[in-house]
């Protein structure tokens, strides 16, 4: 488990380095669901997504020679735009290995950063394989994107702005995928007020880590092309932290399908005035879809991203319910 005193040593490092988000309270959903719920603007995150928080902790708590060496990741877009952000930052030079179901807007974004970028493969699995690869040849610090205490601990300072900002809350939907932002946000609020649940959203298809804990042990999945890209990719077969984190302190973990990503989406946009990408919906979207009628008290849920293309976003918003190949 990650403490919670290593949590708020986490936020005392990175406060400097980041944005505090708003957490707002949503009138539209509040009164379709019968309680305050409210929405964690994470996707006004600097890189425009929480993942800058776990990024900025590991590689602050890296030595000189580790970041002169260079530092390395697989990711699905935000982690690695968030390393190649934050290693600009500190003098380091970050090296991004992706799969080819990465947006190409996120990709853009990441060598705009100046980061080197290697597309390898059809999943994030491949993406790590050269990751691993570079490592050995090259000496390279590898900064995982989510199974690292460092990194779980970075997000979760997200989960101690919430409690502080909404005491009451009831229950916390967070985004699900490898697993470093639901752990983080549940060590963090359990650690402060255990009877707070911590429900886990994620996309129907591809949900690696529902798979994982229904098995009771890290499996590998499908990845399929989704709105929600940022929710792709596998845990780890050698997963050695948020598997049992998220096993142990999450409540329970919802899926929604594609076309209730979209309504998300677009009610995002149509009534709080937010453009977020599927990933960040996903709470909306559970909420929406009536997948969380059985949930009592104030609800936060956090919009954890916002780096969607816009082109697409545009079909979203004028209908389109579905996405590229296997959807």
């Known amino acids: 488990m990650i403490s919670l005193e290593t949590i708020e040593q986490a936020r005392e490092r990175i406060v400097k380095h980041i944005r505090s988000t708003p957490l707002v309270m949503s009138a539209a959903l509040s009164e379709l669901i019968g309680t305050q719920v409210s929405l964690k603007l994470e996707h006004h995150q600097l890189t425009g997504s929480f993942k800058l928080r776990g990024a900025t902790n590991a590689i602050l708590q890296l030595s000189q020679s580790e970041r002169n060496r260079g530092i390395i990741a697989a990711s699905t ?117 255990p009877e707070i649940k911590v429900i886990g959203i994620t996309m129907e298809r591809g949900a690696a880590m529902k798979a994982s804990i229904d098995a009771g042990h890290p499996v590998q999945v499908e990845e399929h092309r989704s709105f929600a890209d940022s929710l792709g990719g596998g845990i780890g077969l050698a997963n050695a932290w948020t598997f049992q984190m998220c096993k142990i302190l999450l409540d329970e973990v919802v899926l929604v399908d594609e076309s209730e990503i979209a309504a998300g989406i677009r009610h995002a946009y149509e009534y709080e005035r937010q453009i977020v990408e599927g990933a960040g919906a996903v709470g909306i979207a559970a909420l929406l879809s009536e997948k969380l009628a059985h949930v009592e008290g104030p609800i936060a849920a956090i919009l954890s991203g916002g780096n969607i293309d816009m082109a697409l976003h545009r079909n979203v918003v004028n209908g389109l319910n579905t996405i590229g190949e296997g959807s």
């Not at 597309?119 to 390279?140: K, N, P, T």
């Not at 205490?149 to 502080?164: F, H, K, S, W, Y």
């Open 77 to 193: 877009g935000n982690h690695g735009r968030a390393l190649s952000y934050a290693a600009q930052a500190m003098g380091s030079r970050a090296t991004i290995c992706m799969s080819r179901l990465v947006p190409e807007n996120k990709v853009s974004e990441i060598r705009r950063l100046g980061a080197s970028v290697r597309i390898v493969g059809s999943s994030q699995d491949d993406a790590q394989e050269e990751v691993d690869r570079l490592v050995a040849e090259e000496g390279l610090s590898m900064i995982p994107p989510f199974d690292h205490p460092r990194i779980i601990a970075g997000q979760g300072t997200l989960g101690l702005e919430i409690v502080q900002a909404m005491p009451q809350v009831a229950a916390v939907l967070v985004p699900l995928s490898g697993g470093g932002l639901a752990a983080g946000v549940a060590a963090a609020v359990k650690a402060v007020r």
